[in-house]
């Protein structure tokens, strides 16, 4: 008996409806469609991931199957390794084309997708995988040319599916296909990642309105704040544009967030063009970051510049689980890290600290902190992740060895420590001026005994350690040699300084 025929979807980190090749390829080939997401066994057991990415994944599926209800689609989720679950469906369905996003994930999705790959060779399966933006598979050659490359993908119309078309031809599959699945497995992941339906949280949420309101709200006001509070921890909160979930899940593409951005500007006085302007240049530089993933993925393993692997670092737990709990007894480090861990967002600038105390001040690799923070940043996203952290660390070469004084961002950033005294309720009834000085001065002759500790090292000594051995590796000729090799494949074009 000949099997039916279908047309897969398989949505990964694009989990919106609008701007979406898959959906439209699928819908104009006319043909049964069956819509799903896989929650990968193989995946959720990596060291990135925690419950508030997967949370957040299927509180966006829950706003796709209520959006898609209208249009008498749906988008199926099943508990399965996806070279199983396409072994499956063949058994069942002639499989004509597999149609999905092209992920740039870690070193597992991407063994992940070369299995697939092969299965879809050897039984005759078209997968086509759709870009997310002007991001070049596997690119090794030079970066000459990528702005205005990336500029012209911005400027391209949306790919609308045609949803009508799908309603009256009843094209999508709405009853799960069956799978023989192992319950032992799908225990023990709903025990590990919990889920309740309106559950409350203080966790941005996922989903098709949750990211319009946030794309809506900043460009009607909250960019107006943004160059001024782009590095404050607390301000940042709410002027800066909050999108980096939605973008790193797919909720909103970066395509329609341009050019969201830029009708919005096209109409603002030469101020609010400003802001914007500076704004876009984060969505570039966003696109960028994973280019240079995408051309080395080895970066997740490896120090980007391989002189750095004779940096000698000796671990030390004590630190690494201070630095991880909010204990280390600098204020604004602790704060950051407790915010974090509460909400899942913290702005640039403190995850920059973060990284950078991390590594030169504890001395700590910065392997043994990179996939604690994954887990914790709710817009986890490997191309951006691992650069920006090796970046922070200063093993790349290419940058500013970053030593953040924790003393100076107060002042900085937090000179009323508002949001210290947010996060550290322990020093809420600390002076302002006590709380700027903590561990270098005495406590007031007034303060009472309070339960936070004093700093876990010396700022002072650890500074000239850090400083002193990073500026000998970034002169010495081994950093030099590996970086004119970086610098040709990634360096864009500095000539054109605008993304606009």
Request: charged share 25%; aromatic share 14%; net charge positive.
């Amino acid at each position: 008996m000949a099997r039916p025929k279908l047309v897969l979807i398989w949505l990964k980190r694009d989990l919106r409806i609008s701007d979406h090749p898959a959906f439209t390829a699928a819908i104009q080939t006319k043909l049964p469609i069956y819509a799903f997401y896989l929650f990968e066994p193989d995946l959720l057991i990596q060291p990135d991931v925690d419950l508030r990415h997967v949370r957040f994944i299927k509180e966006s599926l829950m706003s796709i199957n209520q959006y898609l209800l209208s249009f008498r689609a749906i988008v199926h989720t099943h508990t399965c390794n996806a070279i199983d679950f396409f072994h499956q469906i063949n058994e069942r369905y002639e499989i004509q084309n597999l149609f999905s996003h092209q992920e740039t994930g870690n070193s597992e999705s991407y063994k992940r997708d070369r299995k697939v790959s092969a299965f879809c060779k050897d039984n005759g399966i078209i997968w086509k995988e759709f870009k997310p933006s002007y991001i070049m598979r596997g690119l090794k050659s030079g970066r000459m040319g990528w702005k205005d490359k990336w500029k012209s993908w911005m400027q391209e119309a949306t790919s609308e599916p045609e949803w009508n078309l799908a309603k009256e031809r009843n094209l999508f599959l709405r009853s799960a296909i069956p799978l023989n699945l192992n319950p032992e497995v799908k225990l023990v992941l709903n025990n590990k990642f919990p889920f309740k339906k309106n559950q409350l949280h203080n966790f941005q949420i996922g989903g098709l309105e949750e990211s319009e309101n946030t794309v809506a709200s900043f460009l009607g006001s909250r960019y107006k704040k943004y160059s001024g509070c782009i590095s404050k921890p607390e301000e940042s909160r709410t002027h800066c544009s909050r999108l980096s979930p939605y973008l790193a899940f797919g909720a909103i593409s970066a395509k329609q967030v341009y050019q969201r951005t830029y009708s919005t500007r096209t109409n603002l006085s030469y101020s609010g063009k400003k802001q914007l302007d500076r704004f876009l240049s984060r969505l570039a530089w966003r696109d960028h970051m994973i280019q240079k993933f995408e051309s080395e993925c080895r970066i997740e393993f490896e120090n980007f510049n391989l002189a750095y692997d004779t940096v000698h670092h000796l671990r030390k737990e004590n630190f690494i689980q201070a630095w991880q709990e909010g204990r280390t007894g600098y204020p604004l480090i602790d704060a950051s890290m407790r915010c974090l861990l509460s909400t899942g967002y913290l702005n640039f600038r403190m995850r920059a600290m973060l990284v950078s105390f991390l590594t030169m001040i504890l001395w700590q690799d910065w392997r043994w902190g990179v996939h604690f923070l994954a887990r914790q940043f709710l817009d986890y996203e490997p191309g951006i992740h691992y650069f920006q952290f090796q970046m922070q660390a200063s093993t790349v070469g290419n940058h500013q060895i970053r030593i953040y004084n924790p003393y100076k961002q107060i002042m900085d950033n937090d000179p009323n420590c508002y949001f210290i005294k947010q996060w550290i309720p322990e020093l809420r009834k600390t002076s302002i001026p006590d709380i700027h000085t903590w561990g270098i001065e005495s406590p007031g002759l007034f303060s009472t005994k309070i339960d936070y500790p004093q700093p876990i090292v010396d700022f002072k000594t650890s500074y000239n350690h850090a400083r002193d051995i990073m500026f000998t590796y970034q002169s010495s000729p081994e950093v030099q040699k590996n970086l004119n090799k970086i610098r040709k494949m990634h360096i864009v074009d500095r000539r054109k300084q605008s993304f606009r």
